[in-house]
């Protein structure tokens, strides 16, 4: 009994908002992040992202949310304690978590920097951590969490605009390099402009590739050449322009998370062609055979990266001078923000500043 009082006295007491149900309808949350363990580093979250796959999530349309749910998996703040065998940070350092908090650290893909695709991993929210307790996300004032699933964030880079690279980004460059899509002269498609399109633009530029947008909205053809350095824009359902643009491309990241047509996309590849799959949409998609035996082409799917490679990707954005597009709000805004999301009405990603605006009191 004493042993019990004592552990109690040792978690930390946390805010955040919830969804309690598949309504999707977030509100404060009052719940409790263990105690900072021996190779924990706790840290105040000051900004989270908001992804697609929270919608997703929080609605429970992937069939495995578990509720409450406390979403956010692109959050970033300033450590304020570390455990005593922690090595790779110091308190005030700026730091990020993003889709994972927890791998076996023993199999092939733990083993090779892949934590991702352990078959034991461990989501930042909605999982259930090794202990058996929920995880719960960045829509939060503290997070707690292992060293090894903890990127820092590089000095002088913007939290907020930082923040949606721990899965936009990754999402997007780990195919990148992954599928040799990171060359000079490379032709490679965005389909999709979104939260994780942007990004890819921003960064397949920022690697030499040429760039084409593919986007079913014609209104996003100045912002996609003008703003963000696309080479090109395609309109997916011009047929005349689909057709001019055939056989061009060396690869296309698809980041579209509805229901979509893949044969148009195939048809734009060259021979040894790769469509990479990085959006999620709820339902299965119609997969065309026959023109990939044509020409050889390739069809796969990536999610996020390992955290060494997502480390190199916050490096290598720092370097580049690359962030997202955002658009700042409170926390109280979020279900507002939600509504807009699932109209594709953000440029490019909504961000909570947590630090400033969740209050106890909300």
Known sequence: MVTKVKEEMQTKQALGWAARDTSGVLSPFKFSRRATAEKDVTFKVLYCGICHSDLHMIKNEWGTSTYPLVPGHEFVGVVTEVGRKVEKFKIGDKVGVGCMVGSCHSCDNCN?????YCPKMIGTYGSKYYDGTPTYGGYSDIMVVDEHFVVRVPDNYPLDAGAPLLCAGITVYSPLRYYGLDKPGVHVGVAGLGGLGHMAVKFAKAMGAKVTVISTSPKKKQEAMDHL???SFLISHDQNEMKAAMSTMDGIIDTVSAVHHLLPL???????????MV?????????PIFPLLMGRKLVSGSCI?????????????AKQNITADIEVIPMNYVNAAMERLLKADVRYRFVIDVGNTLKPDM
């Open 112 to 116: 090779n920097d892949r934590e991702n």
């Open 229 to 231: 350095g696309a080479d």
């Open 266 to 276: 195939i048809s734009l590849l060259k021979s040894h062609g790769k469509l990479v």
């Open 279 to 287: 959006g999620a949409p709820e339902k299965p998609l119609e997969l």
């Open 305 to 317: 990266g390992g955290m060494k490679e997502t480390q190199e990707m916050f490096d290598f954005a």
